[in-house]
Each structure stands twice: as structure tokens, then as C-alpha cells.
């Protein structure tokens, strides 16, 4: 049965394939290391300027033309366990790598935290922002009952004024 790849067989070709893609493999997950180094330099409270969002563009830029010439080779050889575990294991080491990196330009994490401690308390997250909290705008008893949760989880009190709030 023949499909879009090739059946299996052990030939040169194949080997050198293989190689070829693991090679390239191995220069994604160093890239990636790169970007999992570089990720602490986005953590919330640094300054935008000295965050190397050019060099991490860039890198990802290179990462996408070495997946795509990766797929473009695995996609030529033949069917074999050796190639789905090859892939397998680079993708795995990958996600594992960036698993204890910061997020990169993302806030989104500091609004859920936010999100699920005002659910917690009875209160829609909706209905006040964490800036109109802080500043003190309103008060009722479910902001007496937030302020109290910024007071006593202080770490709730550094989310970011979020772009969108800024239009409402």
C-alpha cells in the first residue's frame, strides 16, 4: 500500500535524512534554549526597552524556516518509528524548555489571576477593573471585600492596567 510517503526501507538516503533532520532538530531546541534564556528579561516590571524583542523575532523567524525545511525532509523519507520518535522527542524537548520560561509580551496571566480571585469572592470580574480597585474610584461592600483580598494577597495588587481598560 503506498500513500503520500514512501513505504519503508533502509537505504543511504534514508539515513542521511534522518540525520538531516535531527540536525536541524537539535538547532531548533538550541534556538528555543535561547529564547527560554532570554524570557526572563520579559517578566512583569521590566523596563519595554531593554526587552530583546527584535532578537526574539528574529529567532523565531530562523525557527520557522528550519521547521519548514524539516518538514519538507520528513515529509521525503520513508515511514519509520525512528522518524516519528526523532520528532517526537525534539517536540517534547522543546515544550519542556520553555515550561519553566517566562511568557514573552503576555499580560494575559495577570488578568486570570485577577479573574479567579474576584470569582472566588462572589464578585463578577467584570464589573470592576483591578485599577479601579487600587485607586480606590468606588466603594460598596463587594470593594471593601476586594480590597481586602489585594491587602491581605499582595501579589494581586501588581496586575497591569490592561491596554483595553484605558477605552472603556
Request: proline residues 5%.
Amino acid at each position: 500500500m503506498t500513500g503520500f510517503r514512501k513505504s519503508r526501507g533502509d537505504s543511504g538516503g534514508e539515513s542521511r535524512g534522518t540525520v538531516g533532520v535531527a540536525i536541524l532538530g537539535a538547532a531548533q531546541l538550541a534556538l528555543v534554549l535561547w529564547i527560554a534564556g532570554a524570557s526572563h528579561a520579559f517578566e512583569y516590571g521590566n523596563e519595554e526597552s531593554s526587552r530583546p524583542i527584535l532578537g526574539v523575532v528574529a529567532i523565531l523567524s530562523v525557527m520557522f524556516a528550519l521547521s519548514m525545511v524539516s518538514l519538507f525532509l520528513a515529509l521525503r523519507l520513508p515511514d519509520t518509528r525512528r522518524l516519528t520518535w526523532l520528532v517526537l522527542a525534539v517536540a517534547i524537548a522543546m515544550r519542556s524548555v520553555l515550561l519553566w520560561s517566562e511568557p514573552i509580551q503576555e499580560v494575559d496571566i495577570y488578568r486570570y489571576i485577577w479573574d479567579g480571585a474576584v470569582t472566588s469572592q462572589g464578585i463578577s470580574p467584570y464589573r470592576f477593573s483591578p485599577q479601579s480597585i487600587t485607586d480606590g474610584e468606588q466603594r460598596n461592600v463587594e470593594i471593601d471585600s476586594l480590597v481586602d483580598l489585594l491587602t491581605n494577597a499582595p501579589g494581586l495588587g501588581s496586575v497591569p492596567k490592561l491596554p483595553f481598560q484605558e477605552i472603556s
